[in-house]
């Protein structure tokens, strides 16, 4: 007994203790096993004497839960919390030592109740921590600890059983940590990554983006704050990597997600291999890699996910709670790696790993609702591959009981909803004969509510609200299906939002291709044609339409407001401004983070403008009235590809009309796309003289044109009532306004052809003077006023660039504008370089480009203008949407396929043509496919002299004089279309 102990044996309890403690300290930080055990003994040496008890009992909990974290033995776990209640059961010991024994026991009980899902140790735990926090204690560094472990329990009981309350309060003590923190306190790095993750908990929960920022930001300085020797850098890593996945998933921003796994690489590498925590870093390295998968496509990421996945369930003793998480990312990995290879044997692993998880969840209603979700979503493939009735059947089931489980304001719900959705529609589409209409209406009805659910991810409400609104079209409720598609549309934007790297923003908006025809087919299915205008509008050109927002006409504003208008140019001046390659910048760099900080306040300022009288719908999608062009001009016609009926939309005067296309089915349009590019390439490709072949080639393109004739351009011009007109000056003119991979074909260049493969009379360039616009805004806004200047000319001109062939007509080209009677700059050869050429743009008023020009099919925002640095500088698409000159009239684009955009995207219209055209330039002449210089040399002669006058040049007739030279061109070179009807103006 300690009472029976004299004073020597007192003595020696405190040397074995200061022993024991400073044994402790030196084992941790070396992790050093064979040194741990021996404070183990110190510590259960002196933890009779009454004076030393209740500290040495204390650190023994200390020691004892360290050794299981280095060994995961849940018999050290046990006995952690077995000496720490034994320590506030001894008498004795100063109140500061209770209480840090209190707050040692409390997390030994939160780690055994992480472990095992002991519901009781963790109210034990809780109550602990409030009870030293009530103590009102002094000592800086107990009180941290006090609070950072208290917000830490509180954390795991939400996470447990789901109380907002718990978080909240959980995010409350968090930060009360923080803030007592003492100057260089020791722990630093562990206080704030616990903060980090109860944010990260808290978006999980809500979705509120403020909290998943926060989350990251606190990461980010934990990781700062945790040398290499830190004991707790690994998990700090890791928490960090899988912060910055979860914004990944989040926003699209790709940037994370490389940050994600560079960060959770290092926490894997960092961490001991006997480690217990090692396989909840494999686990979260492997999740991020299946996130990778949805940007990258690599099946190499699904390999890898499956691998470190397989790896981490290997390593999880049975019975940890943890388990269940990683089976249900292994069943969603294994699924993705079914879907892109058809190993059914992944589709099997993808259920049993499933049912699993579900089978041993301990982690409450609201984790075992993710666990059915998962369940659901691998039966659900397993029946689109087998089409057994019995896995839609469970799979359907599974889903309910999901959403049976967790909160009706739950953000997952929308997944949920929608899986049921998917699940209910394939049933009546794929397996169930006898009453597909039933299903059909109760997948609307999910959908309906996914779509509805306003705290859930954007890109599952956009896909919900698509889902619904087709699923109601196929079953022929047109007012259903506007009324879903409608929503999505709304919501596109939000894909793609401001601080986002371009690139990643194209990728978010590929996604969701034919979304606004589709919409649009359907308001047309009802008559509604403003509607179906505004749809398209508003579902079409979203990237150019943030950049023409970024150029709004300020003048009344400045009016009611001027520092509020010099806040908003300024903002938008910022945000319009070249952001470095975001793939040679990590998810840490300067720019990305004030990309998102002007994304963040773009929208502040935009609120505080819409407060003021008269502004309330500033930068609101525009009207039917304020899209019509105006009564002088011709009229607009947006020619709308959609599985649900393609037609052409005649935008002139208040009364919209429409003209069905049945032949342009978006089937057809892409067997059109697919014999023009053949015929294009191996004309393109031709190294020997082959005329026979050539023409057979160039028969093919005529056959395109012909069929565009009869498809879409024939039947538009005879419902004008616009008949062939031999004099050019008399031709009317149109805009056409292309949707989906229409875009890729000269609806100006159509012609029909007789029996014998002759062109017949009265083609489109016998009737009409053709123009081009991505959107009906960017139109407008090609036709806003201009103030008088003299006309200047830049013309730029690379006739040879390393690893590009040699274009010697460029050169003549050259010299004849040289001789026209305006004031010209000239940038040739090694004199063409991007910042040159950039700094040039902003004070001429022509430009003229005759170089080569290279096309990125998968992020049109690469497509560029080759220069004589284009190796280390080129003059991107990016690049030039930014120059905004100050009196843009013509860009000549004397190049290959500068007007072709990205079959991925062809909504968006983004390609060197358009770009020039949002910079500012009224007129741009473009091509839709690669040229020969020499033949297409004579139709730039031809231009310029169309739009040379006395006095110099006259901006208003360019697209007359396109329109002519490429007339005399046809008629020159008929049999020939690959030469004469890739060039297009776009514009005013």
């Not at 309060?169 to 903060?195: E, H, K, W």
């Not at 292309?738 to 890729?744: A, D, E």
């Not at 990016?878 to 190049?895: E, F």
Request: some cysteine.
């Amino acid at each position: 007994m300690a009472s029976d102990k004299g004073e020597g044996s007192e003595d020696t309890a405190h040397v074995l203790y200061e022993e024991g403690v400073a044994v402790l300290e030196e084992a941790r930080r070396l992790r050093d096993e064979p040194l741990l055990s021996r404070a183990v003994g110190l510590l259960r040496c002196c933890a009779d004497t009454r004076d030393t008890r209740v500290a040495a009992l204390s650190a023994l909990d200390v020691a004892l839960k360290t050794r299981y974290s280095w060994t995961g033995a849940l018999a050290d776990l046990r006995g952690a919390t077995e000496a720490g209640r034994a320590a506030l059961d001894a008498r004795g010991g100063s109140r500061p030592d209770r209480a840090a024994a209190m707050m040692n026991l409390a997390d030994s009980l939160r780690v055994l109740a992480e472990r095992t899902g002991d519901g009781d140790a963790l109210d034990e735990a809780i109550r602990l921590g409030e009870a030293v926090d009530a103590q009102g204690h002094t000592d800086p560094v107990l009180r941290v600890v006090t609070l950072n472990n208290l917000g830490l329990c509180l954390r795991v009981r939400f996470e447990a059983s789901g109380d907002l309350a718990d978080v909240r309060r959980a995010a409350a003590f968090g930060q009360r940590a923080v803030d007592a923190m003492p100057d260089q306190y020791a722990d630093a790095a562990s206080v704030l990554s616990n903060l980090a993750g109860t944010h990260q908990t808290w978006f999980e929960r809500t979705h509120e983006p403020s909290a998943l920022d926060r989350a990251v930001d606190l990461g980010r300085r934990a990781s700062k704050a945790a040398p290499d020797e830190h004991p707790s850098r690994a998990s700090i890593l890791s928490n960090l990597g899988t912060a910055l996945q979860i914004r990944c998933e989040a926003t699209g921003d790709s940037a994370d997600l490389r940050a994600a796994i560079e960060t959770g690489g290092a926490a894997v590498r960092a961490t001991h291999p006997h480690d217990p925590a090692l396989p909840a870093r494999l686990a979260n390295l492997g999740t991020a890699h299946v996130t990778r998968f949805g940007i990258s496509g690599d099946p190499q990421d699904l390999d890898d996910a499956v691998r470190l996945l397989e790896g981490a369930i290997e390593e999880t003793e049975v019975g940890d709670p943890a388990l269940t998480g990683r089976l249900a990312n292994l069943s969603v990995a294994a699924r993705l790696r079914f879907d892109e290879s058809g190993d059914v044997s992944d589709l099997d692993l993808s259920v049993t790993a499933g049912r699993r998880a579900v089978r041993e969840c301990r982690s409450g209603r609201q984790g075992l609702a993710g666990h059915l979700s998962n369940l659901g979503a691998a039966l659900r493939a397993r029946f689109r591959s087998s089409r057994d009735p019995g896995d839609a059947e469970e799979s359907a089931a599974v889903f309910r009981q999901a959403l049976d489980m967790g909160p009706v304001d739950h953000p997952r719900r929308a997944a949920f909803l929608s899986n049921l959705g998917g699940v209910l529609y394939e049933r009546a589409t794929l397996g169930d004969p006898v009453a597909p209409t039933h299903h059909g209406a109760l997948a609307v009805s999910a959908f309906r509510e996914a779509a509805g659910i306003p705290t859930a991810q954007t890109r599952v409400r956009v896909a919900a609200g698509a889902a619904w609104g087709r699923v109601a079209a196929e079953l022929g409720d047109w007012e259903t299906a506007v009324a879903g598609l409608r929503l999505a549309v709304g919501l596109l934007g939000l894909r793609a939002p401001r601080e986002l790297a371009r690139e990643d923003q194209e990728r978010e908006l590929a996604e969701h291709t034919a979304l606004a025809s589709d919409a649009a087919a359907c308001a047309i299915r009802l008559c509604d044609l403003p509607q179906a205008v505004r749809l398209l509008e508003q579902g079409r050109g979203i990237l150019l339409g943030q950049a023409l927002d970024a150029r709004t006409d300020l003048t009344d504003l400045r009016r009611r407001d001027t520092a509020l208008a010099d806040r908003f140019h300024e903002v938008c001046h910022r945000l319009d401004s070249p952001v470095p390659d975001s793939s040679h910048t990590g998810g840490d760099s300067t720019a990305v983070r004030e990309c998102r900080d002007l994304a963040g306040e773009f929208g502040t300022v935009l609120g505080a403008i819409r407060t003021l009288p008269g502004f309330e719908t500033f930068l609101d999608p525009p009207s039917f009235s304020e899209l019509v062009p105006p009564s002088d001009t011709g009229p607009a016609i947006l020619v709308n590809l959609s599985e649900l009926g393609s037609d052409a939309l005649i935008v002139h005067g208040n009364h919209p009309s429409h003209v069905p296309l049945p032949l342009a089915t978006p089937a057809a349009v892409r067997a059109q796309v697919s014999v023009l590019l053949a015929a294009l390439e191996f004309v393109q490709g031709e190294d020997t003289p082959d005329r026979d072949a050539r023409k057979r080639e160039e028969r093919h393109i005529r056959g395109v044109l012909d069929w565009l004739w009869h498809a879409v351009t024939g039947p538009v011009l005879r419902h004008l009532d616009i008949p062939a007109m031999p004099d050019p000056g008399r031709r009317p003119r149109v805009w056409w306004i292309p949707t989906g991979l229409l875009s890729f074909l000269p609806l100006h260049a159509a012609e029909r052809q007789d029996t014998h493969g002759h062109p017949g009379a009265g083609g489109a360039l016998d009737r009409v003077v053709s123009s081009y616009s991505p959107t009906l805004r960017s139109l407008s806004y090609s036709r806003r006023p201009q103030p008088p200047g003299h006309d200047r000319l830049l013309v730029v001109s690379t006739a040879a660039v390393p690893g590009h062939a040699v274009l010697p007509a460029t050169r003549r080209e050259t010299a004849r504008l040289g001789a026209l009677p305006v004031a010209k700059t000239l940038l040739i050869r090694e004199a063409a370089t991007r910042t040159r050429v950039l700094t040039a743009l902003a004070d001429h008023s022509w430009a003229h480009f005759a170089c080569h020009a290279t096309t990125d099919t998968a992020y049109p925002s690469r497509s560029a203008l080759v220069l004589h640095d284009h190796d280390s500088a080129p003059l991107r698409v990016s690049d030039i949407v930014t120059a905004r000159p100050a009196d843009a009239k013509v860009a000549y684009l004397s190049a290959c396929s500068t007007a072709q955009g990205a079959a991925l995207l062809p909504d968006e219209g983004i390609h060197i043509t358009s770009a020039f055209h949002l910079a500012g330039y009224r007129h741009v002449v473009g091509t839709l496919w690669p040229v020969d210089d020499h033949p297409v040399g004579r139709i730039t002669r031809d231009f310029y002299r169309g739009v040379g006058t006395d006095e110099g040049l006259s901006a208003e007739s360019a697209a007359l004089a396109l329109h002519s030279a490429v007339h005399d061109a046809r008629r020159r070179m008929h049999g020939y279309p690959s030469v004469w009807a890739a060039h297009v103006h776009v514009g005013a």
